[in-house]
């Protein structure tokens, strides 16, 4: 297949930063720019060449009647000296970007498109060195190469202060996930996907989707957690002002892919994606393209963002018997989609299933003596360690009142790079008996503490300087409100007393 560059005179002409492409009639030609970046090398026809066939059969996976081949640009005597993606052209009024941009009703096609996202990815090629593309050390080295890439334009262009965040933030994440990377590894969720998926390159049509422009010129690009793929285009109609639409539109793929992730791993991987758009939008900045600085910055902040919120969090939700901590624990759990481990019902599961723990027989004997209390909160400590390393922000329902084992809490904050979160519930001694009585006539809850057994707690409570007190004496909104409070301005911090 051959061009004439004469031809393709009067042609409309889009530019990114490593093609320009040339709408000419029901066809769109893309020619590779000859440049040469950190993560490609365009700069040789023979490469161009090699990247435009490959383009072509990558892209074929998804849209085959769109990708139609490869023509060789010739010059008047017949001399190649370039190569052009042949495409069938899209109609731009369907492209998914303008329709969200005209906030026009977009949900039945988004809807389409996670369908066809999750069949391909079942599709998808997967080996050992496909998988080994979402390992922690090269997800890691990801990070690294665009923060590199990004460093000459940290000042100029990028806020000092938020880059250096962000790369803290993905590096605490990284450094207590590792479990969580290899589990996803092992279940085959790692795949040679598209790389690239924006909301410029996905065509609504009346027949269905139309998913372009798959990463080509690198193969490491390409591979990833099949989350890593979707939350692309999460991020991207985030970019473009319709967040609820990313959330929609990963809530559709879980539904069809039946792929499940704690909800950290999709904030981690919607950052990573901003951070690769930031990176662009600044190589473009340097070729003189007008509103990339601006991009470039929200994007960062689009990053700081969502890496903010996957901050893995162990929250200790404490206080004496009758101050409220299983109630205001389970209600942070609800809203906030937190797992919950209890002491009460570890030492439930202990007595029934091992019948290791002796009935209760008063404050510091059978089930409370120290060593089965010491027990508990070890299962306690242990099952939170498991949930922490795959990504699970958990709250941990106690008393807490023995700093050695709050110590023991905070060591294992520190070891999974998770953010400790301390909450001490406090009400009046009289409203807390008066609930302690109320809970044992009614025979409700796990918890077996006695008035007299608070009492004896009370005495011998270490101070807890550390946590933040919530009153539990006014409504139940009210007190989960000021948890809340305390956990969302909670930031990574020195774990260690």
């Given at each position: 297949?051959?061009?004439?560059?004469?031809?393709?005179?009067?042609?409309?002409?889009?530019?990114?930063?490593?093609?320009?492409?040339?709408l000419?009639?029901?066809?769109?030609?893309?020619?590779?720019?000859?440049?040469?970046?950190?993560?490609?090398?365009?700069?040789?026809?023979?490469?161009?060449?090699?990247?435009?066939?490959?383009?072509?059969?990558?892209?074929?996976?998804?849209?085959?009647?769109?990708?139609l081949?490869?023509?060789?640009?010739?010059?008047?005597?017949?001399?190649?000296?370039?190569?052009?993606?042949?495409m069938?052209?899209?109609?731009?009024?369907?492209?998914?970007?303008?329709?969200?941009?005209?906030?026009?009703?977009?949900?039945?096609?988004?809807?389409?498109?996670?369908?066809?996202?999750?069949?391909?990815?079942?599709?998808?090629?997967?080996?050992?060195?496909?998988?080994?593309?979402?390992?922690?050390?090269?997800?890691?080295?990801?990070?690294?190469?665009?923060?590199?890439?990004?460093?000459?334009?940290?000042?100029?262009?990028?806020?000092?202060?938020?880059?250096?965040?962000?790369?803290a933030?993905?590096?605490?994440?990284?450094?207590g996930?590792?479990?969580?990377?290899?589990?996803?590894?092992?279940?085959?969720?790692?795949?040679?996907?598209?790389?690239?998926?924006?909301?410029?390159?996905i065509?609504?049509?009346?027949?269905?989707?139309?998913?372009?422009?798959?990463?080509?010129?690198?193969?490491?690009?390409?591979?990833?957690?099949?989350?890593?793929?979707?939350?692309?285009l999460?991020?991207?109609?985030?970019?473009?002002?319709?967040?609820?639409?990313?959330?929609?539109?990963?809530?559709?793929?879980?539904?069809?892919?039946v792929?499940?992730?704690?909800?950290?791993?999709?904030e981690?991987?919607?950052?990573?994606?901003?951070?690769?758009?930031?990176?662009?939008?600044?190589?473009?900045?340097?070729?003189?393209?007008?509103?990339?600085?601006?991009?470039?910055?929200?994007?960062?902040?689009?990053?700081?963002?969502?890496?903010?919120?996957?901050?893995?969090?162990?929250?200790?939700?404490?206080?004496?018997p009758?101050?409220?901590?299983?109630?205001?624990?389970?209600?942070?759990?609800d809203?906030?989609?937190?797992?919950?481990?209890?002491?009460?019902?570890?030492?439930?599961?202990?007595?029934?299933?091992?019948?290791?723990?002796?009935?209760?027989?008063?404050?510091?004997?059978?089930?409370y003596?120290?060593?089965?209390?010491?027990?508990?909160?070890?299962?306690?400590?242990?099952?939170?360690?498991?949930?922490?390393?795959?990504?699970?922000?958990?709250i941990?329902?106690?008393?807490?009142?023995?700093?050695?084992?709050?110590?023991?809490?905070?060591?294992?904050?520190?070891?999974?790079?998770?953010?400790?979160?301390?909450l001490?519930?406090?009400?009046?001694?009289?409203?807390?008996?008066?609930?302690?009585?109320?809970?044992?006539?009614?025979?409700?809850?796990?918890?077996?503490a006695?008035?007299?057994?608070?009492?004896?707690?009370?005495?011998?409570?270490?101070?807890?300087?550390?946590?933040?007190?919530?009153?539990?004496?006014?409504?139940?909104?009210?007190?989960?409100?000021?948890?809340?409070?305390?956990?969302?301005?909670?930031?990574p911090r020195?774990?260690?007393?």
């Amino acid at each position: 297949m051959w061009v004439d560059v004469a031809s393709l005179n009067r042609a409309e002409i889009v530019e990114t930063h490593i093609s320009t492409v040339i709408l000419v009639g029901d066809r769109a030609y893309k020619l590779k720019k000859p440049v040469k970046f950190g993560f490609l090398d365009f700069s040789t026809r023979e490469a161009r060449e090699r990247a435009c066939h490959r383009e072509v059969a990558l892209n074929r996976r998804l849209t085959p009647d769109v990708y139609l081949g490869v023509a060789d640009v010739g010059s008047a005597d017949g001399t190649p000296c370039d190569h052009l993606v042949v495409m069938r052209r899209m109609p731009a009024d369907r492209r998914l970007a303008t329709l969200v941009g005209r906030g026009l009703p977009v949900q039945d096609g988004l809807r389409a498109v996670a369908r066809a996202a999750a069949a391909f990815h079942a599709a998808c090629e997967t080996s050992a060195p496909i998988a080994a593309a979402a390992s922690p050390a090269t997800v890691r080295a990801n990070w690294d190469a665009n923060f590199r890439e990004m460093a000459p334009f940290v000042g100029p262009v990028l806020d000092p202060t938020e880059f250096a965040r962000v790369e803290a933030l993905a590096r605490r994440y990284l450094d207590g996930r590792r479990d969580l990377f290899r589990q996803r590894m092992r279940d085959g969720l790692v795949v040679d996907g598209h790389g690239d998926l924006k909301a410029d390159d996905i065509f609504l049509l009346d027949d269905g989707p139309r998913i372009l422009d798959c990463i080509e010129f690198d193969d490491r690009l390409r591979y990833g957690d099949v989350l890593a793929d979707v939350t692309f285009l999460a991020m991207d109609l985030e970019r473009l002002g319709a967040p609820d639409l990313g959330r929609k539109f990963l809530d559709w793929y879980v539904e069809f892919s039946v792929e499940s992730h704690p909800r950290s791993l999709a904030e981690h991987y919607i950052a990573y994606r901003a951070q690769v758009r930031s990176k662009v939008a600044c190589l473009r900045y340097a070729q003189d393209v007008g509103p990339a600085a601006a991009e470039a910055k929200h994007l960062l902040k689009i990053a700081h963002t969502h890496l903010d919120r996957g901050r893995v969090r162990l929250i200790l939700v404490g206080g004496l018997p009758g101050t409220g901590k299983s109630t205001l624990a389970a209600a942070i759990a609800d809203r906030l989609g937190f797992a919950m481990l209890s002491t009460d019902e570890v030492r439930k599961e202990l007595r029934t299933v091992g019948g290791s723990l002796d009935g209760p027989a008063g404050f510091g004997r059978g089930a409370y003596s120290p060593g089965n209390v010491a027990r508990v909160y070890r299962t306690l400590l242990r099952r939170a360690r498991v949930a922490l390393r795959m990504g699970e922000s958990v709250i941990l329902d106690g008393s807490w009142t023995d700093a050695t084992k709050r110590q023991a809490a905070h060591d294992l904050a520190d070891a999974t790079a998770s953010d400790i979160v301390e909450l001490e519930c406090v009400a009046p001694p009289h409203l807390a008996m008066k609930r302690i009585a109320g809970r044992l006539r009614a025979g409700a809850g796990l918890s077996e503490a006695t008035p007299q057994v608070a009492a004896n707690m009370a005495v011998e409570a270490h101070s807890w300087p550390s946590a933040t007190p919530i009153n539990t004496s006014f409504r139940p909104t009210q007190s989960l409100q000021a948890a809340l409070d305390a956990i969302v301005g909670e930031g990574p911090r020195d774990n260690r007393h």
